[in-house]
T-cell receptor
Framework: GAVVSQHPSWVICKSGTSVKIECRSL??????MFWYRQFPKQSLMLMAT?????????EQGVEKDKFLINHASLTLSTLTVTSAHPEDSSFYIC?????????????FGPGTRLTVT | KQEVTQIPAALSVPEGENLVLNCSFT??????LQWFRQDPGKGLTSLLL?????REQTSGRLNASLDKSSGRSTLYIAASQPGDSATYLC??????????FGAGTRLAVHP
């Protein structure tokens, strides 16, 4: 149980283009989803939190117009990197929680490797 | 502001050794602490979740302890195997929704 998938697992795009990453909870309804970013040999940094049907809450320093997050249903959240640049190349990981209570566990997806050339 | 530190940053050991990975956090007002494993280029696998009311959790060869008052947690790996090679991350809540991660301990177990 509690499986989270991401698609694609890796993507290469050209500078200036936009790329969409999907995060799905496969066997539970995710009231809250989270997007993290991880640079090589560094830890995960939370980018934003999204609740189904409402606007995402972005962490300080994260550009909301560049990283568009849509949590359209209880099983799907998408992260769109707009006008991507090489410095956006990173490993993006989503997680999901099946309860609005923040004390409940988050379940993590396998990650998406983004390379911007 | 919650900060999480993991020591050592890297560890290389021969197979069979018993290992201790350390995690410390600055704000002891946490309701749980979680240990994860991350293989290269992969997502996170949850290993153990310790609630604030617990002092330790065990899963197979893994044992995690939590001492809130001192702001420390320890992950003990018994009889290490090459398959245990990975990065181990600890994380604590940094607010209602946020998880604060340590930088991780990169473990290499060689035959």
């Amino acid at each position: 149980g509690a499986v989270v998938s991401q698609h694609p697992s890796w993507v290469i795009c050209k500078s200036g283009t936009s790329v969409k990453i999907e995060c799905r909870s496969l066997d539970f309804q995710a009231t809250t989803m989270f997007w993290y970013r991880q640079f090589p040999k560094q830890s995960l940094m939370l980018m934003a939190t999204s609740n189904e049907g409402s606007k995402a809450t972005y962490e300080q320093g994260v550009e909301k117009d560049k990283f568009l997050i849509n949590h359209a249903s209880l099983t799907l959240s998408t992260l769109t990197v707009t006008s991507a640049h090489p410095e956006d190349s990173s490993f993006y990981i989503c997680s999901a929680r099946d309860h609005p209570d923040g004390t409940y566990e988050q379940y993590f997806g396998p990650g998406t490797r983004l390379t911007v050339t | 502001k919650q900060e999480v530190t993991q020591i050592p940053a890297a560890l290389s050991v021969p197979e069979g050794e018993n290992l201790v990975l350390n995690c410390s956090f600055t704000d002891s007002a946490i309701y749980n602490l979680q240990w994860f494993r991350q293989d290269p280029g992969k997502g996170l696998t949850s290993l153990l979740l310790i609630q604030s009311s617990q002092r330790e959790q065990t899963s197979g060869r893994l044992n995690a302890s939590l001492d809130k008052s001192s702001g420390r947690s320890t992950l003990y790996i018994a009889a290490s195997q090459p398959g245990d090679s990975a990065t181990y991350l600890c994380a604590v809540p940094g607010g209602y929704n946020k998880l604060i991660f340590g930088a991780g301990t990169r473990l290499a177990v060689h035959p």
